[in-house]
């Protein structure tokens, strides 16, 4: 079984920062893929940023303001959020394409999500 771990929500003012972190543990031969999503209340959960063998991107909404980084040995990957706007609240989830065996394809995980909320 593999697990994804999320940490780092919280609430801050308009133009403050956190950084959310998120760790896979368990049953791990690699990882393709780590990035984020998020789910504003109503909403479809979008797309915000990921790591895809070593190639970064991010969503027009975030880029200039968001960094996402990985830590290959800890399993862990980060996303600092600078100058947060109220449109950027939303449960922040965690998203990562492991291959648990040798010679097998990669299966989706989600973390459990974390709350960020940005007042205006």
């Known amino acids: 079984q593999v697990q994804l771990v999320e940490s780092g929500g919280g609430v801050v003012q308009a133009g403050g920062s956190l950084t959310l972190s998120c760790a896979a543990s368990?049953?791990?031969?690699?990882?393709?893929?780590m990035g984020w999503y998020r789910q504003a209340p109503g909403k479809q959960r979008v797309w915000v940023a990921h790591?895809?063998?070593?190639?970064?991107n991010y969503a027009d909404s975030v880029k200039g303001r968001f960094t996402i980084s990985r830590d290959n040995a800890k399993n862990t990957v980060y996303l600092q959020m600078n100058s947060l706007k109220p449109e950027d609240t939303a449960v922040y989830y965690c998203?990562?394409?492991?291959?648990?065996?040798?010679?097998?394809?990669?299966?989706?995980?989600w973390g459990q999500g974390t709350q960020v909320t940005v007042s205006s």
């Open positions: 368990g049953s791990i031969f690699s990882i393709n893929t």
């Open positions: 998203y990562a394409a492991i291959r648990t065996r040798a010679g097998t394809g990669v299966l989706g995980y």
């Open positions: 790591i895809i063998s070593g190639n970064i």
